[in-house]
């Protein structure tokens, strides 16, 4: 999974799956080599210049989210995401966002329970297809 922290806590369970496999001195080495790799993975990827494919989905900046993930600082990609608890910087906020945000009804952004991010409505979905014009698809993966 995406965050090392989440795979390693009970909603996660990739790193008990590890060990489950693996046994306790292998499952929590391998855990941590899958982090590495995991950390080094592009945020989201774009097919034929025209279909972005990522995990979570439009961000709380939708107009700024792909030039954003673009300019993502290097120490900002770690195998746990946000380990540092850094909040109001948009850097930050569209990796969030890129894995975690959730699509809703309802017009605007609203807080995500499901914790960082946020749930976007369909006029974000305008705002993020109007700002990157030569998209016309996004697909959640």
């Not at 001195?25 to 279909?51: K, N, R």
């Not at 329970?113 to 959640?140: C, K, M, Q, Y």
Request: a negative charge; charged letters at 20%; proline letters at 7%.
């Amino acid at each position: 999974h995406e965050c090392m922290s989440l795979n390693s806590s009970r909603c996660g369970g990739f790193q008990d799956e590890l060990v489950t496999k693996y046994g306790g001195e292998w499952g929590p080495y391998l855990h941590g080599l899958f982090g590495q790799v995991f950390a080094l993975l592009p945020m989201c990827t774009l097919i034929d210049e025209s279909v972005l494919v990522i995990h979570g989905g439009v961000g709380r900046d939708p107009e700024q989210q792909l030039s954003l993930l673009q300019q993502l600082p290097d120490e900002c990609r770690e195998p746990s995401v946000n380990p540092w608890g850094i909040e109001g910087d948009p850097h930050v906020e569209a990796m969030e966002d890129a894995l975690w945000a959730d699509p809703g009804d309802l017009n605007g952004s609203r807080a995500n329970t499901r914790g960082n991010s946020h749930i976007w409505g369909p006029d974000f979905t305008e705002r993020f297809f109007t700002a990157n014009p030569s998209l016309s698809l996004l697909v959640r993966s």
